[in-house]
């Protein structure tokens, strides 16, 4: 079992930054691959960006070049910076991580992913 806390959300003006936070607790040696997701009002859950337990990141072309996502393994922590937002920004963001059957020599069993609550980012014009 792994739990998700997402922090950093807020209200920023376009064009500012917001650093978004992830505190992974539990069997955090069953995560694998981990992300962040957000949905907008009457939108579908989207996927931000993504990273891996190695370090390969993948973003949304709509993010590309604004958003950085990373990770401390050591802290069991996930980042978002989140540069130059706009007001298509505005969602609720979820944190992602995604449950591997075994890690190593270690057994984790069946899981599905996990998610954190969500953080309300507001990107006024």
């Known amino acids: 079992q792994v739990q998700l806390v997402e922090s950093g959300g807020g209200l920023v003006q376009a064009g500012g930054s917001l650093r978004l936070s992830c505190a992974a607790s539990?069997?955090?040696?069953?995560?694998?691959?981990m992300g962040w997701y957000r949905q907008a009002p009457g939108k579908e859950r989207e996927v931000v960006a993504t990273?891996?337990?190695?370090?390969?990141?993948n973003y949304a072309d709509s993010v590309k070049g604004r958003f950085t996502v990373s990770r401390d393994n050591a802290k069991n922590m996930l980042y978002l910076q989140m540069n130059s937002l706009k007001p298509e920004d505005t969602a609720v963001y979820y944190c992602?991580?995604?449950?591997?059957?075994?890690?190593?020599?270690?057994?984790?069993?069946?899981?599905?992913?996990?998610w954190g609550k969500g953080t309300l980012v507001t990107v006024s014009s």
């Open positions: 990273i891996s337990s190695g370090g390969t990141t």
């Open positions: 992602n991580a995604a449950h591997t059957f075994r890690s190593g020599g270690y057994y984790c069993g069946y899981g599905s992913d996990y």
């Open positions: 539990g069997d955090t040696i069953c995560i694998s691959a």
